[in-house]
Nanobody
Framework: QVQVVESGGGLVQAGGSLRLSCAAS????????MGWYRQAPGKQRELVAH???????SYAMSVKGRFTISREHAKNTVYLQMNSLKPEDTAVYYC???????????WGQGTQVTVSS
């Protein structure tokens, strides 16, 4: 079983920065992909960014150029550096781990990010 734990959320003013971290424990088989989703109040959960185990990345258009996803393979950890934050980035951010060999998708409990105007 894979456990996923996020940290780093908080309250920040518009234009500020936050860095989210996510540590996955347990046996994670390759190929895999780690990523971040978010869900704002009253809205559907959406993909923010993901990164594969060969460092291939993808971003939502709304965050491209402002957010950067990275990972440390030895620690099974993924980061989301969020710059130039906007009030519309306010949401609960969830970390995920996807194992392609059996399509197992693991979720963290989420971390709140609030951007004030």
């Amino acid at each position: 079983q894979v456990q996923v734990v996020e940290s780093g959320g908080g309250l920040v003013q518009a234009g500020g920065s936050l860095r989210l971290s996510c540590a996955a424990s347990g046996t994670i088989f390759r190929p895999n992909r780690m990523g971040w989703y978010r869900q704002a109040p009253g809205k559907q959960r959406e993909l923010v960014a993901h990164i594969s185990d060969i460092e291939s990345t993808s971003y939502a258009m709304s965050v491209k150029g402002r957010f950067t996803i990275s990972r440390e393979h030895a620690k099974n950890t993924v980061y989301l550096q969020m710059n130039s934050l906007k009030p519309e980035d306010t949401a609960v951010y969830y970390c995920t781990v996807l194992q392609f060999r059996d399509n197992s998708l693991y979720w963290g409990q989420g971390t709140q990010v609030t951007v004030s105007s």
